[in-house]
């Protein structure tokens, strides 16, 4: 049966209760502490292998355990001469709940 690899960069917060659903599912997951190049945020990636025909069995526990959520970055200030004042205008941003990448698994294999 063809395998597919789930590489999903979730919310710190959202990690460990994600791999507790997917344990309790049956499916077995890996997570790495991994940073995101916008926000230079901690954030999680959990690996989940699993049969194609669990993909969207895996993708509803995602969904079911991962929130969106709206932050305030700051900008980088400009380049500004002495004495100019750089008043910071925060930006709004919606993170997550998941960031999803189904690949393909050429083999599985344990030794
Ligand atoms: P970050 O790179 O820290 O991005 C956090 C959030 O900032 C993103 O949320 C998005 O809403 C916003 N953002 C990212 N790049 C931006 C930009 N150039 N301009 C304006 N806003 C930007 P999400 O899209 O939910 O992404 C959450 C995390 O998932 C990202 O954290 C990153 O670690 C990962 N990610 C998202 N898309 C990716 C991709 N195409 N490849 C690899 N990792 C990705």
Known sequence: ?????LVSIVHSDDA????GALRDGGFSSTKISTTGGFLREGNATILIGTDETDVQNVLDIIKRNCHTRTLYVNPL????????LYMPNPVEVQVGGAV???LDVERHIKF
Not at 1 to 5: D, E, G, Q, R
């Open 1 to 5: 049966m063809a395998m597919k690899l």
């Open 16 to 19: 460990d209760g994600l791999t």
């Open 100 to 102: 999803i990448f189904v």
């Open 77 to 84: 200030p400009p380049v500004m001469e002495p004495g100019e």
